[in-house]
């Protein structure tokens, strides 16, 4: 088996192979992209691993991924945490290259390997992530007009409508893509917005590929044990992608409101004892947990909410 861990950085890419010397260090752009997919294909390599990076690794991912190869993501966390325990402690671009070959080398069969979305996915998260751009500069637009003198007012009053105007257009865009796209059954579901449905289908592309737990943890909302000989410690959810999380937060906000299936399990749950967080991270894997099963069978949002979950 020929192991492989790729360094990634916002300018470049550093690669390691298990048990050969030195580092190769290629361009993070698509032909250095291109010319390391090469390598990799004449090394005949069998497992890579990268780490997570802030979306400057997707690139490469998806372009191994087109190649017919096969690599895995991991977390920050993970490969630090596996570094001390190589007695690894210090850290630099060449250093964890070599680590997460060592990693793909000793831990491949437990990890995930990456599975690119399909390309109007990709496109939906383009538009989801520019969506973002212009709402951060709308409201920063907003606020300096409401403080500024009468005459910037006015020239600030242009870039307003202009940015309404480019999110209007990116919002449509989206929902063309998810209508063409999307399972019925998801976008025929009261309450799930277009902006939420291409959030979770974007940011979360396993969706309706995983079972319930594994979408679970990988969203950051399964409660995790803390156990140690007779002591009992408290559940917690931790990791997961946050802005997933947060979009199916502010959707159980409204779904344990408006429907009453979810609205009685809210309720239930606080009548156990729950703290209201506790409840609503509940409530929010069960969502979660319904959208899935909607995405995986095709069976619309009211077929689901009568099952047990």
């Known amino acids: 088996m020929t192991a492989a861990g790729i360094d990634v950085c916002k300018a470049s890419l550093d690669l390691a192979v ?11 752009n698509r032909a250095g992209i291109t010319k390391l997919v090469k390598r990799l294909q004449a090394l005949k390599t069998t ?23 096969w690599i895995a993501r991991v977390n920050p966390p993970q490969a630090r945490a596996f570094a001390n325990a190589t007695g690894e402690l210090a850290k630099t671009d060449d250093i964890d290259s070599r680590i997460l070959a060592l990693m793909a080398r000793l831990f491949a069969d ?37 403080m500024a003198p009468a005459s910037v007012r006015k020239l600030a009053a242009r870039t307003i409508a202009a940015l309404v105007r480019e999110l209007a257009a990116i919002e449509k865009t989206m929902k063309d893509l998810l209508n063409e796209h999307a399972t019925p059954a998801l976008r025929s579901s009261k309450g799930l917005g277009p902006v939420f449905q291409a959030t979770m289908l974007a940011l979360l592309p396993e969706l309706g590929h995983l079972d319930r737990r594994q979408i679970a943890k990988l969203t950051g909302v399964a409660p995790m044990n803390r156990d140690s000989g007779q002591g009992q410690g408290k559940r917690r959810i931790r990791g997961g992608r946050a802005p997933v999380r947060v979009a199916l937060y502010m959707a159980t906000l409204s779904a344990v409101r408006w429907d009453p299936t979810m609205k009685a399990h809210y309720q239930q749950l606080r009548a156990r004892g729950k703290l209201g967080k506790v409840a609503l991270v509940a409530c929010m894997r069960k969502l979660l947990t319904i959208m899935n099963a909607m995405i995986k069978t095709g069976q619309p949002w009211q077929a689901h909410l009568t099952q047990k979950n």
Do not use: H, M, S
């Open 110 to 146: 437990r990890l995930r390997p990456y599975v690119a979305p399909p390309l109007w996915q990709r496109e939906l998260r383009d538009w989801l992530r520019r969506r973002g751009q212009v709402v951060v500069l709308l409201q920063a637009q907003k606020q300096q007009a409401a």
């Open 47 to 69: 497992r890579i691993v990268v780490e997570a990076t802030g979306g400057y690794e997707e690139p490469l991912l998806e372009a191994c991924c087109d190649a017919g190869l």
């Open 18 to 28: 298990d048990g050969q010397p030195g580092v190769a260090g290629f361009a993070n």
